[in-house]
T-cell receptor, first 113, second 109 residues
């Protein structure tokens, strides 16, 4: 049983570009959450997707958008990249409901130059 | 004041020592999570608690809902336990995890 997978593992982009990160949840999970973790800091909640809709959003600008597909996999899109977007982007999957255990993927390390 | 407070912030111990990391929170929660993050790595969920105590190998997690406090214990600590340990909570009708600042644990051989 595969756990949460993310792709790509590492990514280097230039300021102003756009990026798409991908996440496949653990088998049986229907909810995907995305987090941004800057170097030396704790993760910050970006948003959560359930039933192909954004259920809740953290304090991130509209440049950050997402999508969830019928197979529960999810994408995180970031437009007009800034240097400050350089971070580890973590995806977590869980079953419906906020109290269920979250399983984390290995993360995608994004570097914006 | 942060909603989730962890202590200590940093902890260095010798191999074999009994380790305790504490977490206090100030909000009503539906669950408390203990997670582990190795340097440069992703995050691994260790425990999810809503009451009582859980044990997995050398790791034990307890929670006291009335006192809004949880502890993570590591018995017979080993250098491979060196990591950042994070306490996070979920609040009713709020789907995000609210994270503590983490405890950086170093176990010396």
């Amino acid at each position: 049983d595969a756990g949460v997978t993310q792709s790509p593992t590492h990514l280097i982009k230039t300021r102003g570009q756009q990026v798409t990160l991908r996440c496949s949840p653990k088998s049986g999970h229907d909810t995907v959450s995305w987090y941004q973790q800057a170097l030396g800091q704790g993760p910050q909640f970006i948003f959560q997707y359930y039933e192909e809709e954004e259920r809740q959003r953290g304090n991130f600008p509209d440049r950050f958008s997402g999508h969830q597909f019928p197979n529960y996999s999810s994408e995180l899109n970031v437009n007009a990249l800034l240097l400050g977007d350089s971070a580890l982007y973590l995806c977590a999957s869980s079953l419906t409901g906020e109290a269920y255990e979250q399983y984390f993927g290995p993360g995608t390390r994004l570097t914006v130059t | 004041k942060n909603e989730v407070e962890q202590s200590p912030q940093n902890l260095t111990a010798q191999e074999g020592e009994f380790i305790t990391i504490n977490c206090s929170y100030s909000v009503g929660i539906s669950a408390l999570h203990w997670l582990q993050q190795h340097p440069g790595g992703g995050i691994v969920s260790l425990f999810m608690l809503s009451s009582g105590k859980k044990k997995h190998g050398r790791l034990i997690a307890t929670i006291n809902i009335q006192e809004k406090h949880s502890s993570l214990h590591i018995t017979a600590s080993h250098p491979r336990d060196s990591a950042v340990y994070i306490c996070a909570v979920t609040i009713y009708s709020n789907y995000q995890l609210i994270w503590g600042a983490g405890t950086k644990l170093i176990i010396k051989p």
